[in-house]
């Protein structure tokens, strides 16, 4: 059975970033399977709530769509076609925390990430809804904000 997860990558090690970093990354929605990849079916079902939120050290975020084009998905910001952000072999990876999956930034450059976490929609928006959003102080790695997109 597939759920809909909130999924967190932090960019892994890299030469520009030896130790990786938490500053920069992805969070976003897409329903998984129990064994971690994205389930195209329900994603066909679901595609208006898979939205994503790009976070890049001190650039604004860039917010979007997951979409599944041909065998490949992508983070799609709506602007043009080459705004859009392909991962590498996705239907290949499973998105369990720890591994690590490939992203082509709008630059060209393939990145690596590494699955920070997965958690279920509906448990992360009951978080979310226990303390206020605006007595939280609001950051770009402050991932607590978006409960409203869910």
């Known amino acids: ?9 932090e960019l892994a090690r890299t030469n520009e970033f030896p ?14 399977t129990n064994d971690g990849h994205i389930d195209a079916g329900m994603w066909r079902e679901t595609k208006e709530r898979c939205w994503v939120r790009r976070f ?6 860039e917010h979007g769509m997951l979409k599944h084009v041909g065998h490949g998905w ?4 709506g602007s043009d076609a080459e705004s859009d952000e392909p991962f590498f072999k996705l239907d ?19 990145w690596p990430f590494r699955v920070i976490y997965t958690l279920p929609v509906s448990a ?6 226990r303390k206020p959003l605006k007595s939280r102080k609001r ?9 409203d997109g869910i």
Not at 74 to 77: L, N, S, T, V
Not at 92 to 110: C, L, N, W
Not at 139 to 145: A, G, I, K
């Open 139 to 147: 950051t770009h790695v402050d991932e607590r904000h978006l409960a």
């Open 19 to 32: 130790e990786g970093s938490r500053h920069h990354g992805y969070e976003f929605v897409a329903p998984l």
């Open 56 to 61: 890049w050290g001190r650039d604004w975020d």
């Open 74 to 77: 992508r983070f799609d910001y």
């Open 124 to 129: 992360y928006k009951l978080a979310a809804e």
């Open 92 to 110: 290949k990876h499973a998105f369990v925390p720890g591994h690590y999956v490939s992203i082509r930034e709008h630059d060209g450059v393939m």
């Open 1 to 9: 059975m597939s759920i809909l997860r909130l999924i967190r990558l």
